[in-house]
């Protein structure tokens, strides 16, 4: 991946480096499946917790390849399941997911004591972000 300039690191962040809602793509069959998703952008990755047996997972498990759009940006990326949310290699992740969802995370939606709780990891492979006028690509 070309990574972003500095200015455009910064606008990530501050635009996803928090609890924010994105679109996500998906396909099955060739037929694209969008919904939106809470999700962390942290170092050119956007984070989200989710079930590993969701629509999602199961297209991305037969095409790891999805698009992303969020307030003035649209990406491609590939979507790897990190697996497990309380999976020790997850703990530094996970710890942050913890404190940006902090909101709505101990609702009772997610079940942390089910391993089928996962993490997902879509890394940025190429994208569009707009922002006062300037067009930054990667």
């Not at 037969?62 to 992303?68: L, Y």
């Not at 990406?75 to 530094?92: D, I, P, Q, W």
Request: glycine share 8%.
């Amino acid at each position: 991946m070309r990574k972003f300039s500095r200015e455009a690191e910064q606008i990530l962040i501050e635009r996803f480096g928090k609890d924010a809602i994105i679109a996500m793509a998906t396909t099955e069959n060739g037929t694209p499946y969008v919904r939106y998703v809470n999700a962390y952008y942290e170092d050119g990755a956007f984070y989200i917790i989710t079930h590993a047996l969701s629509n999602k997972m199961k297209h991305i498990k037969d095409n790891s390849v999805v698009a992303i759009a969020g307030e003035w940006f649209t990406a491609h990326g590939k979507g790897v399941s990190l697996g497990y949310f309380g999976k020790k290699e997850n703990c530094v992740i996970a710890e942050k997911l913890k404190k940006v969802f902090a909101e709505w995370i101990d609702n009772g939606h997610t079940d942390f004591d089910n391993e089928n709780t996962i993490i997902l990891c879509v890394e940025l492979t190429d994208g569009l972000l707009l922002s006062h006028g300037t067009r930054y690509e990667f």
